[in-house]
């Protein structure tokens, strides 16, 4: 009757090592397949890194560029706004010498007036003592 146990017990467990050994092949094969799935992950993580790392890249580009430009253009704004500033002032002198021009202008009408108004008396003078005589 032992060697029927010890017989039935070793039929029991060569079955269950079948069993697990069926379980543990099935489990590498996964275990290999999820390694696999892992390392196409991490390619794809690189990949992403390196993606990341150029539009950094390009974004500091960017910001390098558009930075001088600002600089460049807020000086050559400074600039314009100091040639607005001397065209104003240079305007305002022409202005001023319009004025003292147009004021030249009326003295020189006023006194050629006053010289035609004398001349004229000095005509009708003349005119009245060529008459006389």
């Known amino acids: 009757q032992k060697d029927e146990e010890i017989s039935e017990l070793q039929s029991n467990s060569e079955a269950k090592v079948t069993a697990l050994s069926g379980e543990v092949s099935a489990l ?12 196409q992950k991490d390619e794809e993580i690189t990949q992403k890194d390196e993606e990341i790392a150029q539009k950094d890249e390009e974004i500091s580009e960017l910001q390098s560029n558009s930075e001088a430009k600002v600089t460049a253009l807020s000086g050559e704004v ?8 001397e065209k104003d002032e240079e305007i305002a002198q022409k202005d001023e ?3 003292q021009k147009d004021e030249e202008i009326s003295e020189l009408q006023s006194n050629s007036e006053a010289k035609v108004t ?3 008396g000095e005509v009708s ?3 009245s003592t060529v008459s006389e005589k």
């Open 28 to 39: 590498k094969s996964t275990v290999s397949e999820k390694d696999e799935e892992i390392a």
């Open 118 to 120: 004398a001349l004229s």
């Open 97 to 99: 010498e319009i004025t």
């Open 125 to 127: 003078a003349l005119k």
């Open 78 to 85: 400074s600039a314009l706004k100091s040639t607005v500033s």
